[in-house]
């Protein structure tokens, strides 16, 4: 359950200093046995790209390294795993061709970081993967991640849209990415977020289901809401006098209110322009 932020956001959240922004962020995604051959890894470093950039391989994987710079509030890459058809070992049937989406979500603010995904592909099309996905433990959360959504594309293509198995799958796919971005340690918290891929498929899939569907459109506004958290930043950076990320939290939070003005009243935000232009008057005094 996300935790709504309260006006009391002014006064002085946390004790430590806030890291200076420039810190490296390194995303490793190691190939695990059974990858087949021919798997290609691409960034798109954020929302406005439009041409991916292809990571070159090594023997163990492929790693993409790159530093926060202090020109925008978060940093928002987007990672396409190319998977090229297969025949898979029980009954020689081919799995569909398909492009895995992971979506990251860094604050200017983040520390030094190496995250490492382990990069498997399904062995199976059976109850029994299915069951197996299901029940990967908290620390396989990447696995459960590129997993499910390896066979909910696969099911999507190869099956009717709506399917049992392309629900069940699509179903667990999204569930790993919200206890992720959200989980009931907040120690776990993998900055990831919830791109339009599996938004977008869930809606797709699940068309029809009235219900799945409001929980679905719910869960992504209470995610979306929780940006709104940033405020808690905001004493902090005033305090060490970092004024630059200041400004650049400023802009974030009133596009993002401009985009989605009622994710404010989801996180109990009264008045959101008062807050805003609080925050504003903030920048201007900063240093």
């Known amino acids: 359950m996300i935790r709504p932020v309260l006006i009391a956001w002014l006064v002085v959240a946390a004790a430590t200093l806030l890291p200076a922004a420039g810190t490296a962020q390194t995303i490793q995604f190691q190939r695990m046995p059974g990858l087949p051959d021919g798997v290609t890894v691409s960034v798109l470093s954020d929302a406005s790209d439009v041409t991916a950039m292809q990571i070159e391989p090594t023997e163990t994987g492929w790693t993409y390294s790159f530093v926060l710079h202090p020109i925008r509030w978060r940093e928002e890459p987007t990672f396409l795993i190319s998977v090229p058809a297969r025949t898979i070992a029980n009954g020689g ?10 979506d990251f979500s860094f604050k200017a603010t983040e520390r030094d970081r190496v995250i490492e995904v382990p990069l498997a592909a399904f062995a199976q099309f059976g109850n029994a993967e299915r069951q197996r996905i299901e029940a990967l433990p908290v620390f396989a959360q990447f696995e459960q991640i ?112 401009g985009a989605n003005p009622d994710d404010a009243r989801l996180m109990q935000i009264g008045a959101p322009l008062d807050v805003l232009d609080k925050l504003d008057a903030d920048v201007a005094s900063c240093g």
């Open 93 to 102: 049937v081919d799995s569909a061709a398909m492009v895995l989406e992971l």
């Open 146 to 257: 590129m997993l499910s959504q390896g066979l909910t594309r696969h099911f999507e293509a190869r099956l009717s849209g709506n399917d049992g198995s392309t629900r069940r799958m699509a179903q667990v796919w999204f569930d790993s990415l919200v206890r992720a971005i959200q989980p009931a340690d907040p120690d776990r918290r993998r900055p990831l977020r919830l791109g339009t891929t599996v938004v977008d498929t869930v809606a797709r899939v699940f068309d029809g289901n009235g219900a799945k569907l409001s929980y679905f459109r719910g869960t992504v506004a209470q995610i979306r809401a929780a940006f709104w958290r940033d405020l808690l930043d905001a004493p902090k950076l005033l305090e060490v006098g970092q004024c630059d990320l200041l400004r650049l939290l400023a802009e974030d939070l009133r596009r993002r209110h």
